[in-house]
Structure formats: structure tokens, C-alpha cells
Nanobody, 125 residues
Framework: QVQLAESGGGLVQAGGSLRLSCVAS????????LGWFRQAPGKEREFVAA????????TYATSVNGRFTISIDNAKNTVYLQMNSLKPEDTAVYYC??????????????????WGQGTQVTVST
């Protein structure tokens, strides 16, 4: 009952910035936790960041902590991922996800129920 659509990916040089957006729709959106994951070629999907619909408990992977910021605009039903100081190792397809029955902000993809189509982020040297 939740639909997600990411946008904002692109090509950027190392040290640059991008802001990803994910528009969430559906009756149960307001009860969800929202997360960002990424998957590089040949690698497993990994957690990036997550947040409560209220905007509370922003949580980050160690690899992006201090560089990325997750936020949410409830009025626009949109979750954002501001990515600064990008590194080549940040190159991946980025997905937003929704945990429909949250107990806590989860960092494993197994906990999430709905997924967007993904948006490509490429960071060049």
C-alpha cells in the first residue's frame, strides 16, 4: 500500500554533492519508517540511512556518517538524502524503502516492505 519513486541521481566528481528525493504515496505512509539503501555492481545491497516519518531518529551507516543527511518533508511526502563530499566508493544504485510495520529504525533490507525503482549515482575520480 506504499509506492516509492526516487530521483536526483547523476554523475558527479569526487568531492561533489547530490540530493536524492523519494516521493512516497499510499494510505499507510505516515506509519512507516523510510530508508535509503545502495547497491554497487557485484556487491550486496547495503544500508545507507533511515528515518522515522516524524523526522526523528535519523540513522546512518558508518561509511556515510558526517557526509550524508537524511530528512523528510511530510507535507510533500518526500524523503531526501543529501550527499556531500562524495567518494568514488559511493557509486551505486540508490533505493528508497519503506518499513510498513516498524518497531525501530531498521538497518537491514530484510525489514523493509516496499522499494523504489532506484536511481544511479556515479562518482568519478
Amino acid at each position: 500500500q506504499v509506492q516509492l519513486a526516487e530521483s536526483g541521481g547523476g554523475l558527479v566528481q569526487a568531492g561533489g554533492s547530490l540530493r536524492l528525493s523519494c516521493v512516497a504515496s499510499g494510505r499507510t505512509v505516515s506509519s512507516c519508517h523510510l530508508g535509503w539503501f545502495r547497491q554497487a555492481p557485484g556487491k550486496e545491497r547495503e544500508f545507507v540511512a533511515a528515518i522515522r516519518w516524524s523526522g526523528g531518529s535519523p540513522t546512518y551507516a558508518t561509511s556515510v556518517n558526517g557526509r550524508f543527511t537524511i530528512s523528510i518533508d511530510n507535507a510533500k511526502n518526500t524523503v531526501y538524502l543529501q550527499m556531500n563530499s562524495l567518494k568514488p566508493e559511493d557509486t551505486a544504485v540508490y533505493y528508497c524503502a519503506a518499513d510498513q510495520y516498524p518497531i525501530r529504525v531498521a538497518t537491514t533490507d530484510l525489514q523493509y516492505d516496499y522499494w523504489g525503482q532506484g536511481t544511479q549515482v556515479t562518482v568519478s575520480t
